[in-house]
């Protein structure tokens, strides 16, 4: 059966309208799209392993369901590299419908600190380039996209380890103190252990000491180390090398000359 010329026309002419229609509804309908970001949460994985967790506010009041709506976030060192990414989606948004969901990403403190262990002492921040996608009506694609940064804060910031001291003393040992002064200027607190070993001057361990620290984010840290030696093995002038150990990282050994 041949169909008319004039038929196929219109037939083409209605199908047009209808799809540019309904694209006008789709584009205009996204003035009533809304998506914000809640309170971020920071919590440690079973692998001590930071975890940032953000939540996401989606308010859909267009005319159509929106599909998989995904939030890519990629995050950068001073140099480029990336330092940790992650993605979430949301299937399916339908219209008329508020939902929340969390954006996940997780940050092994190790293998950053492993790179760069100017991390520890100094602040500094972080590139973050961030994608927001989305299929409008469930076929249309949509993408945004934008950098910013974010402060990073380090956990040993203005770390300074004093002269020993020498409170106490014996006829066969003597006390030693050392002081040790730092701010954690980091978004999570931490606990771990500091050991000090002293050798004198040909080398010889005299002592060693160590105590146990918990500094809570943004908090000041003054302390000491305390361990007695042999007098007979203690010099005027040596050094003292020093660990730091956290289920986050380690640090060490630094060496202080003293005397």
């Not at 939030?71 to 299937?91: C, F, H, K, R």
């Not at 002269?163 to 999570?188: D, G, K, M, Y």
């Not at 302390?223 to 093995?233: D, I, K, L, Q």
């Amino acid at each position: 059966m041949n169909i008319p010329i004039r038929t196929i026309g219109i037939a083409t002419t209605v199908f047009w309208t209808i799809l540019i229609l309904f694209s006008v509804s789709v584009a205009y309908s996204v003035k009533d799209l809304q998506f914000g970001f809640g309170e971020p949460q920071i919590g440690m994985s079973l692998d001590n392993k930071l975890v940032f967790s953000l939540p996401i506010n989606v308010t859909n009041k267009s005319y159509y369901g929106i599909g998989v709506f995904n939030v890519t976030s990629i995050v950068l060192d001073e140099g480029g590299s990336i330092v940790t990414q992650g993605s979430s989606v949301m299937p399916l948004i339908e219209k008329n419908r508020a939902v929340t969901f969390f954006h996940n990403l997780t940050l092994d403190i190790g293998n950053l600190l492993q790179r760069n262990q100017s991390y520890l002492f100094n602040d500094t921040q972080l590139s973050v380039v961030e994608c927001v996608s989305m299929k409008l009506a469930e076929i249309i694609p949509v993408q945004a996209s934008g950098n910013f940064s974010i402060p990073w804060g380090a956990p040993l910031h203005n770390f300074t380890l004093e002269q020993p001291r020498f409170p106490a003393f014996n006829l066969t040992h003597i006390q030693v103190e050392v002081p040790l002064t730092f701010e954690n200027h980091a978004s999570f607190g931490f606990s771990g252990d500091v050991r000090i070993r002293m050798y004198n001057n040909a080398g010889v361990l005299a002592g060693s000491g160590d105590t146990a620290i918990s500094v809570p984010q943004n908090s000041h840290y003054k302390g000491s180390v305390e361990f007695w030696v042999m007098a007979s093995a203690i010099s005027l002038s040596g050094r003292l090398e020093i660990e730091l150990q956290t289920p986050f990282f380690s640090y060490g050994p630094q060496v202080i000359v003293y005397g």
